[in-house]
Structures are given as C-alpha cells and as structure tokens.
C-alpha cells in the first residue's frame, strides 16, 4: 500500500474532519438521487470496527483534495480508459458491485495505491513503463485487491482513539505529499498512533492477500497473470535509473524473496495466455506523456514511432502529434492538410475508434471547419453516445457557437441519464442556461457543481441567488427550496 496508509497524527484537525462529513453528503451522490433530509449516524469513531460507509467519507474527503491538485488527471479519455479496465477485473473480484473509481496523477515514479472507499490512482510513470495491458491490470487487480479486502479499513480501525487524528493527517499528508516528499516523511516521523514495525509486518500481510487474490482475477478476466512477476523483474532494471536505488512501488509494496516465491508458486497452477492487447493504451500513453513531458518534448517520441515496425505504434505516433497539435493549440506540429491525411490514414489502421473519432472533431473544432467538426460530433455521439470526450467537446462547440437551446437540450439529457453525477454536465447546462437568460436555473445548477467539489458556502449562496431569480416555475422553486435546505442542514450540524 501507498505509504499514506502508514500516518497516524495524534492531532485533532476539525477542519479536516468537517470536510470528512461535506464531502460525503455532497459529492457521493450516485446517479439521480438526492440527500436524505435525516444526516445519517456516522456511529462512534472509535469502535474497533470501521465501516464501509466511514471508507466512503475519508476517501472522498482525500479525493476532494487530490482534485485540486494540478497532478490530477481529469482528461476524460485517461479516465474512461483507467475505468473501463478497472470495471473489467472488479468484475470478477470478491466484491463485483462495489463502486470504484481509478484515476491517473501526473507523477514520474512508479508507483500506484488505493484509498479508504474503492479509490484507486495510478502514477503516470507506471502507466508509461507497462509494456502491456496486463501488465498494467495486474498492478489494478492487486489495488482492487486491498480495497476488497478493506486492508486500509483494518489498519485504520487498528489505531483505536487515535483514528480522527489519524484520518486527518491522512488527508493532509496525501496532499502535501504529491509536491514535496519531506513533509510526507514528516508526518511520518511525527505520527504516535502505531508501532512502525508494526504497521510494516501488517503489511506485508496484507500484500500477500492482494498478490493472491490479484492474481486470481487477472487470469478470471482473461488477462495474462504470468505478466506479474515480470512486472516486478521491470522494476528492479528501473532501480539503476534512480538515485534512491528503488522505485517508489516497491516502497510502497515491499516485496521480498518469500513473496516472489509464493507468487510463482501460484503462477505453477495458472495457464499462460496470450493476451493480444488493443492499442487503446497506446493512445493513452500518448496523452499521459504529452501531459507529463509536454508536447514539445513528446513530438520527438511520436516522430521516432511512425518509424516503427508494428502498425500500432506508428498508429500511436500519428494520434501522439494530432492530439500534441490540439494540446498546444499549435498548427506548426501539423498543418490542417497533414491532420486530417493523418487522421484518415490512423482510421483507415483503426476505422471507427472513438478516440480517433474525437481527436478528429477536436481538431475540426480547434483548426479547421466548426460546420465540419458538428457533423463528426452527431455522427460519433450517435455510435457512442456516452462518451465523455465527445459529450464534452460537442458541449465546447455549442457553447463557442452560442447555441444554447442545443447545449441546454443535449446537457439535460446527460444530466438525467448518465449513472453517476458527473459535475461537468451541471457546469455545460449552467452556462447554456447563462445564455439563455435563465437566471434561476443557471444559480441552481452552478450550485450542484459547488455541491459536488465540496465547496458547501458557495453552493448555499448560489441557491439563495436562484431565489432572488423571478423566472422559475413552481416545479424549479420547490427544487431550489429543498435543495437549500438540504445543504443548510448540513452547514449546521458541520458548525455543531
């Protein structure tokens, strides 16, 4: 596990703790439905045993924060791609109905880790040095691993009364952790709540349940287990390019001879398979680097692979220097004639993808024809009607076009079907109600948007906006009454 799992602060942070019991009213919100008017019992904090429910507020509450971190990936294409493969092995895992979320972090070590609630991240660097898709699922299997069998929920409820300072540290640490790696080894010095030996042979323990349990469902969803070992056997060749001598997850995932062996053990019983991965991660890869290398220094990368003897990769390089061009909103990478030869001779390699077809009405909507780029969006949206980059980038070009009765249409639709409450559907429907004049409206979904990123004063200041707001009907007053309430409830028992 990710060292975080390690601090305990015998400091209380009432703050921190407040922002515990926000989050989860506010952001955990699945799908259509609303708070409960009754705030429910969180139960006595220091019970030995921890909830589920109490999982979901402190990973939410760190969630709330590592989203305000300019490492955090909101690329809606990274993310669909992390959890459409995530979903994949939670599928066959002990808990299939349990709601994870698996995220990228811009971050250039190696390195992975699950939070207290199904949240899962993924460091960039490691992303980047998978050879393959099972390799990367296997480092996902094993953190769904940890999370299904509440390793952090045990270690947490191990630390008795010190657990709300220790859940507070937690948050804070995380947070200062991605931007200076000294003040996490200070709150790990300074934390009383656990014996550090102790917390080490914990887990140990519990990595060798996750290599067990990660391992059967790898090879239950049809990826190649095999890749497990030779992932750790990539890791140790990593160790020469670092200073420290070893990559941050083996840090974090300490793995020993023993382990080794208990693994291949397992390996002995299990069938190899060959696992003809898609290039999907390829086209992610490229993003991640542009990202973590920016677009200048990717270019060069990209070049190298249209140079390459598998048709993938070289598919890869020509969606690399389309998406760079986009990026950096640079024409010199590509002019619009070389993007769109480009762009047909990547589809005519993999006809129909959706992330070709978005990159192509993106650089429509960017650099060519906006006549041009609306057609691709109705016809990719009609073939992948959920997906987030087209949704998004169609919502862009409505939005520049002024089209507001067509934004606020196509908004609404998504806001009312999508299964989980994605805030950037409020964020669209609130500017498309700003053009449209409908100030009532517009305070009301700029509220769920607050609401949803955890900030509860300007979600309360944005409804009492609404009700200032004359053009509602009686159906959008009563919502904007019940939903201030809700919040202001909330605002009080946090203020107790």
Known sequence: MINVINIACSVYDSTVTRILLLIVFCVMAVGK??????????????????????????????????????????????????????????????????????????????????????????????????????????????????????????????QGRARIGSLAAMAAAILAARSNTDIMQAAVMTSAALPMQSQLSFTREHEREADRIGLRILDQSEFDPHQVPLFFKHLQRQSRLYESGIPEYLRTHPINSERIADIEARLAKLSSAQVEDGIALLFVKARLRIYQDGPLSAIEIFKEQLNSQDKKVRVAGMYGLLCSSIFSNDLTVLTIDEARATLDAALRSEPGHPMLLSVEAAFERLHGDLGRAEALYAGALARYPTRKSLVYGYAELLLSSEKFKDLEKLMSNHVWNAEIRDSKYYEYRAKAYEGLKLKMAMHRDYAEVLAMTGNLVGAINELLSAQKATDGNFFLRTSVDSRLRELEEIKRELEK
């Open 33 to 158: 439905g609303v708070l409960a008017q009754n705030l429910p019992d969180l139960g006595d904090p220091f019970r030995d045993d921890f909830s589920p429910f109490q999982e979901r507020v402190i990973g939410a509450s760190i969630m709330g924060n590592i989203r305000s971190s300019t490492s955090y990936v909101s690329d809606p294409e990274i993310a669909d791609y992390l959890n459409h493969l995530g979903y994949q092995l939670v599928a066959n895992s002990d808990a299939p109905t349990t709601d994870f979320y698996f995220f990228a972090l811009i971050n250039q070590t190696l390195n992975a880790f699950a939070l207290p609630g199904g949240y899962v991240g993924i460091h960039s660097g490691l992303i980047l040095e998978s050879d393959n898709e099972s390799m990367l699922a296997g480092v996902l299997g094993h953190e769904i691993a940890h999370v299904t069998q509440r390793h952090i929920a045990r270690v947490i409820a191990g």
